[in-house]
């Protein structure tokens, strides 16, 4: 494993993850217009049943997600603790979250038993077992290119879409309240990442993996916005 990096080294490394994160970032961010979905909502043609599919399918991924954190969480070495740590409650604060997106469907008209039994479309299924397989490497801090992304979609564009939403449909705000949620709350998601950087770990080599991993997860995410229906 490469050796921890000094804090002159990281007052170099962390603008330089950050500027090719915000690349990745902008990359992702442009493509999510070309998904089918989006750009249904972003014409006004976006109904209830897209809305209802889209709930049906983000709830299969999102109930698994503080499941992959933990697992990370336990492969973080103890010369990591504090990391650890903050992997942990980061899995604490995400893990009811499905919760939300259950409610939000059956307010909008569908059946709870049916997002609760709906599998994984094909772009979860892939998302899902990359999450798994990387956070079962040691010390996985290079998952927090993934967190990068993911928390990113909260904190930049699920006010928006959910705002979107809500006009289009004449929803109430509860009806959306996933994605208010996270628009108005994953802030302080981001500031876990910043301080996760400044633990002590990062090196050139942790900069390469973050920002591979970063570009996985995008891709990962965009198809399962792609495969909306598809099992």
């Known amino acids: 494993m490469a050796t921890t990096a000094l804090n ?21 961010d442009s493509s999510l217009n070309r998904v089918p979905i989006i750009d249904k909502l972003n014409r006004g043609k976006f ?13 299969q991924q999102v109930v698994e997600g503080a499941c992959w954190i933990s697992r990370a969480a336990s492969n973080i070495s103890e010369a990591y603790f504090e990391l650890r740590s903050l992997f942990i409650q980061h899995a604490a604060t995400e893990h009811r979250d499905f919760k939300m997106l259950e409610e939000n469907y059956v307010s909008v008209g569908g059946i709870l038993s049916s997002i609760q039994s709906q599998p994984k ?19 996985p801090f290079h998952l ?5 992304i993911i928390e990113g979609l909260g904190n930049r564009k699920a006010l928006e879409l959910g705002e979107k939403i809500k ?8 009806q959306v309240s996933f994605l208010l949620y996270h628009g ?3 802030e302080s998601h981001m500031e876990q990442f910043d301080e996760a950087l400044r633990s002590g770990f990062l090196t050139e080599e942790y900069v390469a993996r973050i920002v591979k991993t970063a570009k996985v997860t995008a891709r990962l995410y965009r198809l399962q916005l792609e495969e909306l229906g598809n099992y």
């Not at 002159?8 to 992702?28: A, N």
């Not at 927090?144 to 990068?148: K, Q, R, S, V």
């Open 167 to 174: 006009e289009q449909l004449e929803l109430q705000p509860e």
């Open 47 to 59: 109904r209830i049943e897209d809305y209802q599919l889209l709930l049906l399918n983000l709830r």
């Open 144 to 148: 927090l290119g993934a967190m990068f």
């Open 8 to 28: 002159s080294d990281i007052d170099i490394l962390i603008p330089s993850l950050m500027r090719q994160l915000i690349q990745v970032w902008g990359d992702f």
């Open 184 to 186: 108005e709350n994953d």
């Open 121 to 139: 479309n094909i772009g979860s299924e892939a998302f899902s077992a990359y999450m798994y397989h990387q956070a079962s490497r040691e010390n």
